[in-house]
């Protein structure tokens, strides 16, 4: 990190006067109006679309990202879940009733959803734009006020937005705070009302850790390693050039990346092949325009590293082609690759692929079993119980069939990890729950009492025996008698 961009780092004072403006912002009650919240959202797409191209700039000095990618990839997404949220709010926030009761539907039961109060966004590098927009997105529709705090790896976007939020958003209810661990350590330090962290498990423990000391309640959205499973007898060039193309987009620098393949030994060569030739239609001229850049020094020789200590066999791109001053790896693919391999042993997040070859299926769900649950699982298949044995056999975030990626992307879908791989899920409806609180709330009549004064003392079994409890005591031991 320069020195110029330290200067503009967010001072620790800064911090705690933000965190005191969006408290009083959010008990001004200003985001209580489905419209106020409609307004805000509003902005939010202004301020994507009004700065595209400024945003695709931004995204071509941090990652050296290709226009277009950063468009379909990051812009776009955000725009189409802001235009989601502002058509939805209203009845996502609708007050629900409790499924009826006779024991309770007196007291009229109801869920309330209320916003949980002022939430931090802890956002990474990859996807700079739609991992901090995007929970931003369901925070506002759930009336909260937020604190943002964008990745200073991708420090070009990460300016932008924080030039932006001030311009669009109302400042009584959005901040952004720039800086690195310290400024996050002290973010972390204050209560919050909730606290989504996106990134990395090492840093994903130090937030829960954190949260723990003030209450906060923490969803982590986090990585590891993704495989995809490919059957013998799929359709081949379209699995080599989809996951060639999880591994390409963003440089291989996105957490539902296929991360490793698990393939039957015989059927090798035949994917590599499958693999060589989409290589050969995506990059004819070997130019790589379109590949991404390493984000950052570190993360490359990281990668470079992992690559020089395989025992497996480089079948395409590799050391030779890497360009450290360019921070580029071209797409990457390693043979042969053994359980105890450096390429095994972390999260990948590059565009290096390594293939592990398994004696048959069982072998390679023993394999995935026996490692952390994964983000996203992909298996290729066009046979419906290759793929069931897949899915029935595993656990990960998500279950994806012949298709890589896009599931983040899917309206309707939740997108978030399980166990190491994170909890919550940070998409449209599914971030709108995260932020909301649901206040169970009643209304009971005085006339109730007259069925149910039996709750007060002095307690007598007479009365007892007309109360709603005792009919569902009643009720259960007549279930219990009929099933015996
Ligand atoms: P990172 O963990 O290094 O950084 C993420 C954020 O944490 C940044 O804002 C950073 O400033 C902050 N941070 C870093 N170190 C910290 C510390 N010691 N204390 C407090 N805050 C700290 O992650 P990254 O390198 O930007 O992103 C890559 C990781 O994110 C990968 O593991 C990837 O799989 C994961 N990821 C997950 C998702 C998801 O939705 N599940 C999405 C994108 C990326």
Redesign the pocket.
């Known amino acids: 990190m320069s020195d110029e961009q330290k200067a503009q780092y967010t001072s620790l004072e800064e911090i705690d006067q933000m965190h005191a403006a969006l408290r009083a912002g959010f008990r001004s009650g200003k985001m209580k109006s489905i419209a106020a919240r409609r307004t805000q959202l509003t902005q939010l797409g202004y301020l994507v679309q009004d700065n595209m191209e400024r945003f695709k700039e931004a995204f071509a000095a941090d990652l050296g990202r290709h226009p277009m990618e950063a468009s379909f990839l990051d812009l776009l997404p955000t725009l189409s879940d802001t235009k989601i949220a502002i058509d939805r709010v209203e009845k996502w926030a609708r007050t629900e009733r409790a499924p009826f009761s006779l024991n309770f539907a007196a007291t009229r039961p109801v869920i309330r959803k209320e916003p949980k109060g002022v939430v931090l966004i802890?956002?990474?590098?990859?996807?700079p734009v739609w991992?901090t927009f995007g929970p931003l997105i369901g925070a506002l529709a759930a009336g909260n006020c937020a604190v943002l705090?964008?990745?200073?790896?991708s420090w070009n976007v990460t300016k932008l937005m924080a030039e932006l939020v001030p311009k669009y958003l109302d400042q009584d209810v959005v901040r952004v705070v720039l800086?690195?661990?310290p400024?996050?350590?002290k973010l972390?330090e204050l209560p919050w009302d909730h606290i989504l962290?996106?990134?990395?498990?090492?840093?994903?423990k130090?937030?829960n850790m954190a949260g723990a000391k003030t209450f906060s309640p923490v969803s982590l959205?986090?990585?590891?390693k993704s495989p995809a499973v490919i059957d013998p007898k799929c359709d081949m060039r379209t699995a080599a050039k989809r996951i060639l193309w999880g591994k390409v987009a963003n440089a291989g620098?996105?957490?539902?990346a296929p991360d490793y393949v698990l393939i039957e030994r015989g059927a090798e060569d035949k994917f590599v092949e499958a693999l060589k030739e989409a290589h050969k239609s995506f990059f004819p001229d070997k130019s790589y325009k379109e590949m991404s850049r390493i984000?950052a020094p570190s993360?490359f020789n990281r990668l470079k590293g992992l690559v020089e200590n395989t025992q497996g066999t480089v079948v395409l791109g590799g050391l030779d082609e890497m360009d450290e001053a360019g921070k580029l790896i071209t797409p990457t693919i390693v043979r042969g690759v053994k359980e105890d391999d450096s390429l095994m042993s972390e999260?990948i997040?590059g565009p290096v692929l390594p293939i592990l070859p398994v004696d048959n299926v069982d072998d390679a769900l023993e394999y995935i079993n026996k490692h952390d649950h994964p983000?996203a699982l992909y298996v290729f298949t066009q046979d419906a119980a290759f793929k069931a044995k897949v899915f029935d056999n595993t656990t990960s975030?998500s279950a994806v069939a012949n298709e890589v990626l896009l599931q983040?992307a899917t309206d309707g879908l939740p997108?978030?990890?399980i166990g190491p791989?994170?909890n919550g899920y940070?998409t449209r409806k599914y971030a709108f729950d995260m932020f909301t609180h649901l206040r169970a709330s009643l209304d009971s009549p005085s006339w109730l009492d007259k069925i149910m004064g039996a709750r007060y003392p002095p307690y007598t079994v007479r009365f007892f025996s007309c109360t709603p409890p005792y009919y569902s005591y009643l009720s259960f031991r007549m279930t219990c008698s009929l099933r015996s």
């Not at 802890?122 to 996807?127: G, H, L, R, T, V």
């Not at 962290?197 to 994903?204: A, K």
């Not at 959205?221 to 590891?224: C, I, K, S, T, V």
């Open positions: 802890i956002a990474p590098f990859n996807y991992l705090k964008p990745s200073e790896l800086g690195a661990v400024e996050t350590t972390l962290y996106t990134g990395s498990g090492r840093v994903g130090i937030v959205e986090l990585g590891g620098q996105t957490c539902v984000v993360h999260e997040f983000l975030g983040c997108f978030g990890g791989s994170g940070q």
